[in-house]
């Protein structure tokens, strides 16, 4: 976590801090996807994303989806490569968080309607309230709210997460409004968390919490990891549960991207200080650092403010 230095010794050169700043969030994620108007059409209806831009590049069309002016994710058209394998490591979900209760009532409505995707279970983990899907092309879908930070347990130094049932009906009836409904994509929502299958945890901690700088909050939960930045409960998760074992991704459609947003450029510098320090290859373009974890997944750091532009060039 970054600290301010006092002007009067600061020194040149990058930091060498060891964890991610505390303002540290997760940016849009992107996806390869097979059909491309398919896809948008799903996520428009069933989560009430926008398209905000798009941009052809070859083959591909890359188009920008979000909520006002946020962008939640980029998908990529790229229908000659084959389905998600749910078993190679990649994505498991990726986790939109709302402000409120009414705004995820009415997302989970909308995209309980929708035929295309499927519902795959609710859960309450003492931290937050999730709904899950799986979209028409079988990418993990959480929508999610927040408990207070007040009211998040801690014990033997980690956050305290657990899996109870969560009545989606129940929830449903005491939280879904009319207005929220006919709000759709005014309603804030965001990128809160990306959940991740890797082959081997340890190999996953090396990386994300000992490279990237997040901090392991929870190392208890049977077959997984997560971890985050500033005390969240978690901005990755890393499981073994399907992908046990496995080595680097074969190319399919699906995750293309996990992305990271710092606050400054001394964050980026601290982390090619650690990345150097662990002999890691990365690519840094001035406002952003890339690099692929050990299954070749690609990771992007980048500057906040990510524009639809920015989003559309990586």
Same mark, same amino acid.
């Given at each position: 976590? /970054? ?7 600061? &020194? ?6 060891? #964890? ?8 849009? &994620?992107?996806?390869? #996807?097979?059909?491309?108007? *398919?896809?948008? /059409? ?31 994710? %980029? ?8 389905? #998600? ?19 995820? +009532? ?11 995707? %499927?519902?795959?279970?609710? !859960? ?25 930070? /007040? ?5 033997? *130094? ?45 190999? =996953? ?31 990755? =998760? ?7 074992? !496995?080595?680097?991704? +074969? +190319? ?5 991207? &996990?992305?990271?947003? &710092? ?52």
């Amino acid at each position: 976590m /970054s600290t301010p230095t006092d002007p009067q010794t600061a &020194v040149s050169g990058p930091r060498t801090d060891d #964890v991610l700043d505390a303002a540290t969030t997760m940016d849009a &994620v992107t996806l390869h #996807v097979g059909d491309l108007e *398919g896809m948008t /059409s799903y996520y428009t209806e069933a989560l009430a994303m926008e398209p905000l831009e798009e941009r052809s590049r070859g083959r591909e069309v890359h188009r920008v989806l979000g909520r006002g002016t946020t962008p939640m994710m %980029r998908l990529v058209h790229t229908p000659d490569l084959p389905g #998600v394998d749910p078993h190679q490591p990649g994505l498991f979900h990726t986790a939109f968080l709302f402000d409120d209760q009414p705004g995820l +009532a009415a997302t989970v409505y909308r995209a309980a309607q929708d035929p295309r995707g %499927r519902f795959v279970g609710s !859960s309450d983990h003492a931290v937050s309230e999730a709904f899950y899907f799986a979209d028409p092309e079988g990418n993990g879908i959480e929508l999610y709210t927040d408990r207070d930070r /007040s009211l998040w347990l801690h014990a033997r *130094g980690q956050i305290l997460m657990d899996t109870t049932y969560l009545d989606p009906n129940e929830f449903l009836r005491r939280h879904l409004t009319q207005d929220a409904l006919d709000a759709g994509p005014a309603l804030a929502g965001r990128v809160g968390h990306v959940h991740l299958q890797v082959g081997d945890l340890a190999r =996953a901690e090396a990386f994300y919490v000992g490279a990237l700088g997040f901090e392991a909050t929870m190392k208890e939960y049977p077959g997984a990891l997560f971890a985050s930045a500033g005390g969240y409960h978690h901005h990755v =998760a890393m499981n073994v549960w399907n992908s046990a074992g !496995s080595g680097p991704r +074969a +190319a399919t459609l699906g995750l293309a991207d &996990v992305a990271v947003s &710092v606050p400054a450029r001394d964050d980026l510098d601290a982390l090619a200080a650690r990345l150097r320090a662990r002999g890691l290859a990365f690519a840094d373009d001035g406002r952003a650092i890339t690099l692929r974890d050990p299954w070749d997944t690609h990771v992007t750091v980048s500057l906040p403010a990510t524009t639809t532009q920015e989003l559309l060039a990586r």
